[in-house]
């Protein structure tokens, strides 16, 4: 079956330092993969999405990034972190045409 | 463009109460529904889909939710609510061609004992 592995669970960073969220995926093979952010009390904002290894598609201007070295983990980060950067991000995947949606358990990120 | 709207950020209902949970939505295409529940500090969970088919569809843990073509709407309910119930629900649309799904702002269910 597959499952999706998303590290690490919390984090607190102060303002300027860097960032790397990681996501792996096992159990399938050339998913679609995507970074979602939750702020607090708002729903979910798309960041990235992937097709391919070193395919990225970016939905929202921002000072974040995101790679995919492998078929199966994509990788966010940033350079600097800004305090408006807080937020819970959650890595997904799919397959398919329907856009059926997977999700890992999560990364808080807080920047103080 | 598709976009969703869920009616209501915050719903209570009493324990053993009917949970009515509204989403609309707009697609120029034909759409797929989703609703996904999140618990604190947990990403999020498939509650039920539709894809094509039969129109009423039934998820997990007591929910259903039916598509209603001509008010566009995909209203997730529940007969009798659970304490467990509590969590945040989110909508969702896609169709072929798009490559992610739009979720709705969200809404938080709070079941009372």
């Known amino acids: 079956s597959q499952t999706i592995h998303q590290w690490p669970a919390t984090l607190v960073q102060p303002v300027g330092s860097p960032l790397s969220l990681e996501c792996t995926v096992e159990g399938t093979s050339n998913p679609n993969l995507y970074w979602y952010r939750q702020a607090a009390g708002r729903g979910l904002q798309l960041l990235f999405y992937?097709?391919?290894?070193?395919?990225i598609s970016s939905e929202v201007p921002q000072n974040l990034s995101a790679s995919r070295p492998q078929d199966r983990q994509f990788i966010l980060s940033s350079k600097k972190l800004l305090l408006s950067d807080s937020g819970f991000y959650l890595c997904?995947?799919?397959?398919?045409?329907?856009?059926?949606?997977?999700f890992g358990e999560g990364s808080r990120l807080t920047v103080l | 463009a598709q976009s969703v709207t869920q009616l209501g950020s915050h719903v209570s209902v009493s324990e053993g109460a009917l949970v009515l949970l509204r989403c609309n939505y707009s697609?120029?295409?034909?759409?797929?529904l989703f609703w996904y529940v999140q618990y604190p500090n947990q990403g999020l969970q498939l509650l039920l889909k539709y894809t094509t088919g039969a129109t009423l569809v039934k998820g997990i843990n007591g929910f259903e939710a039916e598509f209603k073509k001509s008010e566009t709407s995909f209203h997730l309910t529940k007969p009798s609510a659970h304490m467990s119930d509590a969590a945040e629900y989110f909508c969702a649309v896609s169709h072929t061609g798009r490559r992610a799904l739009t979720f709705g702002s969200g809404t938080r269910l709070q079941v009372q004992p």
């Open positions: 997904a995947w799919s397959v398919g045409v329907t856009g059926e949606l997977f």
């Open positions: 992937s097709v391919g290894i070193g395919q």
């Open positions: 697609s120029s295409v034909p759409p797929y």
